[in-house]
């Protein structure tokens, strides 16, 4: 099995910083992307930022310029780093990481997801 265990969230100020860990443990092979989405009540799920194993980024348009995501391959570990932060940032975040926990064996797992909350 495999466990995405994120921290990092909580309430800030409009124009405030977070930064959000995700760790992965368990029977893993090995992680292609990891990423960060999050859904705010009465919305669907959205991809935040990605990034995969050779650090290769990709990110929200909304986030671009104010959030950086970044990953620790030794530790099956990856970060987002939230400046700026909008009352619209206001979300669950989950954490994502596509695994192999063999050559042949490949899916996607998630965290429990971590409130961020930005007052205005």
């Known amino acids: 099995q495999v466990q995405l265990v994120e921290s990092g969230g909580g309430l800030v100020q409009a124009g405030g910083s977070l930064r959000l860990s995700c760790a992965a443990s368990?029977?893993?092979?090995?992680?292609?992307?990891m990423g960060w989405y999050r859904q705010a009540p009465g919305k669907q799920r959205e991809l935040v930022a990605e990034?995969?194993?050779?650090?290769?980024?990709n990110y929200a348009d909304s986030v671009k310029g104010r959030f950086t995501i970044s990953r620790a391959n030794s530790k099956n570990t990856v970060y987002l780093q939230m400046n700026s932060l909008k009352h619209e940032d206001t979300a669950v975040y989950y954490c994502?990481?596509?695994?192999?926990?063999?050559?042949?064996?490949?899916?996607?797992?998630w965290g429990q997801g971590t409130q961020v909350t930005v007052s205005s």
């Open positions: 994502h990481a596509d695994v192999r926990r063999s050559i042949l064996s490949r899916r996607d797992y």
């Open positions: 368990g029977s893993i092979f090995s992680i292609n992307a």
């Open positions: 990034i995969t194993s050779g650090g290769i980024t």
